[in-house]
């Protein structure tokens, strides 16, 4: 049986990962997770905040830190050689609404490894 058609058919157990998002000010939010890490939230004074925290964008961090540890583990299990790997995310914003338009995530590996050799080039976007 394919490894994606296994997973469709067996799928891992479940886990939830609760947050909330705050309004404290302007634009200014704290995020919180179960465990009582915060992340301040914020936009730009240009766009009516205070700049105290990363804006909403910017928190493409969590995506390309989410697709970092899938991708190292996924390196590992396929017993590829992995001695560096770096994510780049971007958000492409439009000036009116709505803000957001797309995203892309750029991985760039060091080692033998091969994305071909994973059925993948390597780029989400």
């Known amino acids: 049986m394919e490894p994606l058609i296994e997973q469709i058919q067996n799928p891992p157990t479940e886990v939830e990962f609760p947050v909330a998002v705050e309004w404290l000010q ?10 009582d890490h915060s992340v301040t939230i914020d936009t730009a004074l240009d766009d009516g905040g205070d700049g105290l925290g990363m804006s ?7 995506v390309a830190g989410c697709s970092s540890i899938d991708i190292v583990d996924i390196l590992r299990k396929s017993r590829q050689d992995l001695i560096g790997l770096t994510v780049s995310a ?6 009116e609404y709505p803000h957001y338009l797309r995203r892309s995530i750029f991985f760039t590996r060091l080692g033998e490894t091969t994305w071909t050799n994973l059925g993948w080039n390597g780029r989400s976007d």
């Open 90 to 95: 971007r958000g492409i914003q439009n000036e």
């Open 26 to 35: 302007k634009h200014q939010f704290r995020a919180r997770d179960d465990n």
């Open 56 to 62: 909403p964008i910017r928190l493409l961090t969590a």
